[in-house]
Each structure stands twice: as C-alpha cells, then as structure tokens.
C-alpha cells in the first residue's frame, strides 16, 4: 500500500504554502535562464523529489539547482538587472554578512521569511524563501572510499572556518587544528589529484560537498527534461544514475524520524507574520 504524505504536506498546510512560494522562485530562476540562454538543471533533492515523488519530497522545503562554470558566473552578472523586482540575488559579494561562501549562490523571494538554525538575526542580509544554485565543476573518478573520506575532512574544516563558531576551549583548539586540515587535505592533496587525474565527472566544488560522488558527464548532458510540481524543466540525461551516485538505493524512503524540514521557521509572507503593536 502506497504511503499517505498528505499528513506533510497536504494543500493548506504551512509547508506546502512554503514549497509553493519557493517554486515561484524556480520558475522566475527558469525564465532568467531560457531568456539568457543559460544552461542549469534541477539535481540532489529537487531530482530525487521529481522521479520519485512528480515534485517536492513531502517533507522538503528547498530547491537545488547546478549550473556549469560559465553559465553559473553569467547568471551572477546579469541577474541583477534579469530578475523580478520580487526577487534578490545572494552572492558571497553582493550580501557579505551572510557567509555564502563561494561554489554556491541562492536567489530569493523579497517579503518572505525563511530562517535555517545558523542565520543571524542581527545581521541584514536576505532571509527570504529561496533555491540554491550550485557550480558543476570537472570532478576526477577516484575511488569513491577515498573521495568519502576527503569529503569528510575538507568538508568539516571549511565549514568550520566558514561560519562563525562561539568562544570556547574546544573551538580555540579548532582554529589552529581545521586551517592545517583544510591546507593538506585540499590545498595539497585533492588538488595534487585533479592535477594528475583526467576529469571525467562534474560535482559540486570540494568545499560543497556533503554527500554523494560525482557522476559522469554522460549522465548529465545532453540534458533532458522532467516534470517537477506540473512544470517542465532541465535535469540529468540519466537521473538514475545520477540519484545512485548520491544515494545509492534512492526509492527507499528513509525512516519517518528523519523526514525532516531544513528550516527553524518559514513565512510565505511577511505582511501577514508581524503586527505592529506600538
């Protein structure tokens, strides 16, 4: 019998009021790109929701997108004078204060709310809903425990310098062991491996990845097209082997205590959320 998700996100619920402000953001995304001519594709959890679910895994309140180099860095210039006037683009230059760091940017709604456990209040960047945009870079075919393991330790050193972290003994330990860390592991190590090693697939940058291995490019172009909430839009050439790559057995559906939401709280809109009691 074919599980009921309606108790996440049935029509009226918080949630899906969430996953419908966010697909406006994908479909403004969409038209930006086809306008410009851009190349870009649904992937991570967006595919596994499109193939497995025809649109948002229930429980899911984001939207990731990957894009090759050039296209990502044209996105970045034009977006400024291409999007609606309800959307904002979020770089690691053109909103500082929220640490995007550099791999990865998010475009988002104006006048919605969506705050994850390490944002800033105090700080002003952007916290609307979003999608996040990813740079597909050429990735060498290493042995997958060793590209497991790097992942580990790059990942886990970066974020930690990334984002701030508060003042304790521990963390002061941190900050003289993670730089070193982060030097061998990438600077030395996965850069001596992209050096010598052909690049026959594309992934996220090093310091992006948290889990997963990268897939050949013959899994990903040419690009084809998938139905995702009743649109049309670019994916992998063979979303199964590209949702094997970051899953494994990727229909099995994970246990109901991990079915969770990214977000701490979301606001579809802001007008509605907050009252004036002065």
């Known amino acids: 019998m074919e599980e009921d998700f309606s108790k996440y996100n049935a029509e009226g619920t918080p949630l899906r009021e969430a996953q419908k402000k966010i697909l406006e953001v994908l479909l403004e995304f969409d038209r930006v790109c086809r306008k410009n001519g851009l190349t870009y594709w649904i992937d991570f959890g967006t595919l596994l929701g499109a193939v497995r679910h025809g649109g948002f895994i229930p429980w899911d309140d984001d ?52 705050l994850m456990p390490h944002d800033d209040l105090a700080q002003p960047y952007s916290k609307g809903v979003f999608v996040d945009v990813f740079e597909s ?34 963390n002061i330990v941190r900050w003289f062991v993670f730089p070193v860390s982060f030097f061998f592991f990438h600077t030395i190590v996965w850069r001596t491996i992209c050096l010598f090693s052909r690049k026959k697939c594309e992934f996220t940058p090093m310091t992006r990845v948290l889990y ?20 049309m839009f670019p994916c992998p050439n063979d979303p199964d082997r590209r949702l094997k790559d970051m899953w494994g057995d990727y ?16 606001c579809t809109d802001t007008s509605s959320c907050f009252t004036n009691l002065s």
Request: a positive charge; hydrophobic letters at 35%.
């Open 63 to 114: 939207i990731d997108l990957s894009m090759p180099p050039a296209d990502y860095r044209r996105f970045k210039q034009i977006a400024p004078g291409e999007l609606g006037k309800n959307f904002v683009l979020q770089t690691e230059k053109t909103e500082p204060s929220a640490q995007q760091g550099d791999g990865m940017f998010k475009v988002r709604m104006k006048n919605t709310l969506y």
């Open 212 to 231: 997963g291995y990268p897939s050949p490019r013959e899994a990903i172009y040419p690009l084809k097209e998938i139905e995702f909430e009743g649109h």
């Open 137 to 170: 870079v050429p990735t060498p075919a290493i042995n997958r425990k060793v590209f497991a393991f790097l992942v580990k330790r790059i990942s886990k050193a970066h974020g930690f310098m990334h984002y701030n972290k508060r003042i304790n003994f521990g």
């Open 251 to 266: 229909m099995k559906l994970p246990p109901a205590d991990r079915r969770k939401v990214h977000a701490r709280f979301i």
